[in-house]
């Protein structure tokens, strides 16, 4: 299909990612609800692409919820950064990759004011210095850990061992793409395909095989709204929220929904959790519901991770129907079964001897 | 008294966030809040450009300011590349440090969130920690959630976690040196100050309404904040 106006410009833009050694900060969402995805993406970059990713022990939350929570004021939030900062400089590394789509929003937001506020950034360099004794570098690079996976999304599906294809049809897998909002709606050079093209997940979708629905409410957030989720009273506003994608993305009968943000796969299987209790009423085929996803989650699966090694069993709405679609073999026994150990071992010919 | 306006001017994300609006209205027309909500952002940054203090000391007694979900989905339509959600940041920030927020229903519920997401953030390192996501204040989060409270650290361990261990890993013991260095930011920063500010009003608030406000989550004036809903907030 020719693409045309915008839609031509923002194809042909692409931001820089870095290509190895990268300094990785984990998410606080994430870590709490979807924890493998973080061991996958580890587990796919060192021992698959055999890249060097460095986690530091004392690396912390970037206070991103809190901050957008309001409690955390600015200039605290600067310099909680700024100390991240601080050990990716004193761990020799310059290219900065969080797992977290708010922290990712946070780090761009941050470089942007002292960018434009030189006396802002002296004055965090002072308060960071005053209270921790440490100095630190701007990143070189900034990526957000699916900005990494969409770079090397080749090299995965090269190594695949399933494809997002229907294996009793042979049609492609129907996806949403859900990239959360401060992905790129802040400041749309620093995502892959800006705010209005998104291509970050579309990308690795299509390159893995599948097909990305465009529907009319693609770009809306979640709900999450942090203080509308976090406090009860507010909920309703982000069950709303999630309800309006749901509507609108139903007539084109989706197979499963690929996210990008922490919150955002957790909201959007947990609100039709609720819905079905509320109502009574799902979203996908069969009056089943729509399974979420992780990227991380995607492209292990594409790999040929074992589902539950990967966390499935901690989504609320079931992923088997996209497992059993893509022909995936699994045990249901071990979905919830807590005695077995990971190994950490991973097949030998996903191990890329090449480049090590 | 100061004018507000110069006081929210000396807030970056002011000064970013807002040059001449020309009340377009597309801000409005984007906005999730404003699809549920009686929330208009337009209104707001019409009312806030307009300098007029009493009206901006009226607002930032309102709920109007809390309704906004911070997803900056105005940033990226404005024409003039104003940014209304950070305007409504720098509101926040100011209503707090005024404590003008414990007078609207949304405004007080940031004792909730200080209280569980910003004394997480100084206790254990993390924004969200899972000992603190509990099944009885989030009933949403279903059947999965009670299995994984109810076998968290098997399962971390299966996951590949490292749950409260020493070294790097998921939910990893924050060290003590790394905690007292957050406290410490927070301190220099103004981080505690506006902790100190957010208890203090409650507090006051908490004995105007006659509820108890003891210390953490239970008890009469946590439980009233972080549930109530007068249903008048929404189209």
């Known amino acids: 299909m020719k693409q045309e106006g915008k839609k031509a410009i923002w194809s042909e833009y692409q931001k820089e990612i870095a290509n190895d050694k990268y300094f990785y900060v984990r998410s606080c969402i994430r870590q ?32 991103g919820i809190g901050y957008h929570g309001d409690v955390v004021p600015v200039d605290t939030a600067m310099t909680v950064v700024a100390r991240q900062f601080a050990l990716m400089t004193e761990a020799g590394y310059k290219n900065y990759v969080p797992s977290c789509i708010t922290s990712f929003g946070l780090y761009t937001e941050i470089i942007e004011i002292w960018h434009h506020f030189p006396d802002v950034e002296e004055r965090t360099r002072l308060q960071l210095k005053k209270a921790t004794g440490r100095e630190f570098e701007v990143p070189e690079n900034l990526a957000h850990a699916s900005d990494v996976i969409y770079k090397f999304r080749k090299e995965i599906a090269a190594k695949a061992k399933y494809k997002l294809v229907n294996k009793n049809t042979g049609e492609p897998l129907k996806v949403v793409d859900h990239i959360g909002c401060h992905y790129a709606k802040m400041f749309p050079s620093k995502g892959v395909g800006g705010a209005e093209y998104p291509y970050v997940l579309a990308g690795m979708v299509e390159e893995w095989g599948g097909e990305v629905i465009d529907y009319p409410e693609r770009r809306h957030c979640c709900g999450f709204g942090f203080r509308q989720y976090l ?12 309800k309006e994608k749901f509507e609108s993305m139903k007539p084109f009968k989706p197979d499963m929904i690929i996210t990008n943000c922490p919150g955002c796969p957790m909201f959007l299987d947990r609100w039709q959790y609720v819905i079905n209790e509320m109502e009574g009423k ?3 085929k069969n ?4 399974p979420v996803f992780t990227y991380e989650e995607v492209a292990g699966l594409v790999l040929g991770f074992d589902p539950w090694d990967l966390g499935l069993q901690m989504h609320q709405t079931d992923c088997e129907p996209v497992l059993q679609k893509m022909g995936i073999e699994y045990d249901p026994d071990d979905k919830y079964r807590l005695d077995i150990r990971k190994s950490n071992q991973i097949s030998p010919d996903l191990v890329n001897v090449r480049t090590r | 008294m100061e004018n507000l306006y110069d006081i929210l001017l000396r807030d970056v994300r002011f000064e970013e966030g807002l040059k001449a609006c020309m009340n377009c209205g597309v801000c409005t027309a984007i906005c999730p809040a404003a699809e549920f909500y009686n929330f208009d952002p337009r209104k707001i940054v019409d009312l806030v450009q307009s300098r007029d203090n009493d009206e901006i000391i009226e607002l930032l007694k309102s709920d109007s300011i809390w309704y906004c979900g911070e997803c900056m989905s105005c940033k990226t339509r404005c024409p003039r590349g104003n940014a209304p959600g950070l305007v409504i940041m720098a509101l926040r920030g100011l209503s707090q440090d005024m404590g003008y927020f414990v007078e609207s229903e949304k405004g007080r519920q940031q004792l909730a969130i200080k209280r569980t997401i910003g004394e997480w953030i100084l206790s254990t390192g993390y924004c969200v920690y899972l000992d603190g996501i509990s099944v009885a204040m989030h009933p949403e989060q279903g059947p999965v959630w009670e299995w994984v409270q109810d076998n968290k650290a098997e399962l971390l361990e299966r996951m590949g976690g490292n749950y409260k261990g020493d070294g790097p890993g998921i939910l990893r013991k924050i060290p003590d040196e790394t905690l007292d260095e957050l406290r410490k930011i927070f301190e220099v920063t103004g981080g505690l100050k506006r902790y100190e ?5 409650s507090r006051k608030k908490a004995r105007e309404m006659d ?8 008890n009469e004036y946590f439980r009233h904040i972080y549930k109530t809903n007068n249903g008048t907030h929404t189209r």
């Open chain 1, 32 to 63: 709490n609800f979807f924890p493998g995805s973080e061991v996958a993406f580890l587990r796919i970059m060192r021992e698959v692409l055999w890249k060097d990713v460095y986690e530091h022990p004392c690396h912390t939350t970037c206070s």
């Open chain 1, 231 to 242: 406090v009860q009273a507010n909920r309703g506003f982000s069950v709303a929220c999630s």
């Open chain 1, 282 to 284: 799902r979203y996908g």
């Open chain 1, 287 to 290: 009056n089943e519901g729509i």
């Open chain 2, 197 to 201: 500010k957010i208890e203090a009003a």
């Open chain 2, 211 to 218: 509820l108890d406000l003891g210390e953490g989550i239970d």
